[in-house]
């Protein structure tokens, strides 16, 4: 039997509605949710980027500030653009797309955003969060990936979860989100000799190494969940991800289609951690003694 097909699309629009009518609340109370997406340079993924999430914040009644600067802009200045959001009361979460220019350290640039404010969750501080199991904000993408996960209603307690990938943005977070939700897990990546000695064993795969045709069906267990979370091009241009999705689909219980799975949820969750930022704001706020 095909893999049911996990809609990262639908699930988007069903969260979407909940973060607008978690916004109506806010704003009532006074504290409308507020984005501040800083871009440097003209770079045109970016660019594309930036529009979608300005996109996705007018369509849900949270507030975006855009903020664009020529990719001459000094580190000094990037920094204190940064420090006046991160003061703006208004301001709930703030997002400096990356690329940067060569010139800018990104991880200085992500150091000084507020913790409180680091709703793309990259921060070391944030990842301290993440690691301990404190309350803090989650890496956009992996945090898309652990709902289309719960979506399935498989129970992961005491499954095995194989990443594939490494990376700080979403090879470890997404390890570590399993492992919060009881699942045993191997991290697997490019140096990691017979891939399917270990993606064969694995009830859920995360596949997010950034090359097409990294997972093929005979890596893959029956009935398992596969979480596609590459974004490449095929020899014909048509973009596809790191499965090979066709004869994948005939093994596996789920998968995530590309486009259309995993892409959607990445700026939902930026949403959702705008609106939780909000909220924390606004219940600080909120009188002592006030039901």
């Keep these: 039997m095909p893999a049911k097909l996990i809609s990262g699309t639908q699930l988007s629009q069903e969260l979407r509605t909940d973060i607008a009518r978690r916004a109506t609340s806010l704003t009532s109370r006074n504290c409308q949710p507020g984005l501040a997406v800083v871009l440097v340079g003209e770079d045109p993924a970016s660019q594309v980027y930036v529009r979608n999430k300005v996109k996705a914040c007018a369509d849900t009644g949270v507030r975006s500030v855009l903020e664009t600067y020529p990719a001459t802009l000094s580190q000094a200045d990037l920094l204190q653009h940064v420090a006046r959001l991160n003061a703006d009361p208004q301001i709930h979460g703030i997002l400096v797309q990356m690329p940067l220019p060569r010139h800018i350290d990104p991880i200085q640039v992500i150091a000084a955003i507020a913790?409180?404010?680091?709703?793309?969750?990259?921060?070391?501080?944030?990842?301290?969060?993440?690691?301990?199991?404190?309350?803090?904000?989650?890496?956009?993408?992996?945090?898309?990936?652990?709902?289309?996960?719960?979506?399935?209603?498989?129970?992961?307690?005491?499954?095995?979860?194989?990443?594939?990938?490494?990376?700080?943005?979403?090879?470890?977070?997404?390890?570590?989100?399993?492992?919060?939700?009881?699942?045993?897990?191997?991290?697997?990546?490019?140096?990691?000799?017979?891939?399917?000695?270990?993606?064969?064993?694995?009830?859920?795969?995360?596949?997010?190494?950034?090359?097409?045709?990294?997972?093929?069906?005979?890596?893959?267990?029956?009935?398992?969940?596969?979480?596609?979370?590459?974004?490449?091009?095929d020899d014909a241009g048509k973009l596809c991800g790191d499965v090979d999705a066709e004869p994948v689909k005939e093994v596996a219980g789920w998968l995530t289609p590309v486009p259309g799975g995993v892409g959607p949820m990445t700026i939902t969750m930026l949403l959702v951690n705008t609106i939780e930022a909000a909220e924390r704001t606004a219940n600080a706020q909120q009188p002592i003694g006030h039901a």
């Design 115 to 233: 913790t409180s404010k680091d709703v793309d969750g990259y921060s070391v501080m944030s990842a301290g969060e993440l690691l301990t199991g404190s309350p803090g904000f989650r890496p956009c993408t992996p945090y898309g990936c652990m709902k289309l996960i719960e979506s399935t209603g498989v129970d992961l307690k005491g499954k095995h979860a194989v990443v594939i990938g490494r990376s700080n943005t979403v090879g470890k977070p997404m390890a570590l989100l399993l492992l919060q939700a009881n699942a045993t897990v191997t991290i697997c990546h490019s140096s990691t000799p017979d891939l399917g000695r270990f993606t064969r064993q694995a009830d859920v795969v995360v596949a997010a190494v950034g090359h097409r045709n990294t997972l093929t069906a005979d890596m893959v267990k029956p009935g398992a969940i596969v979480i596609d979370v590459g974004m490449n091009r």
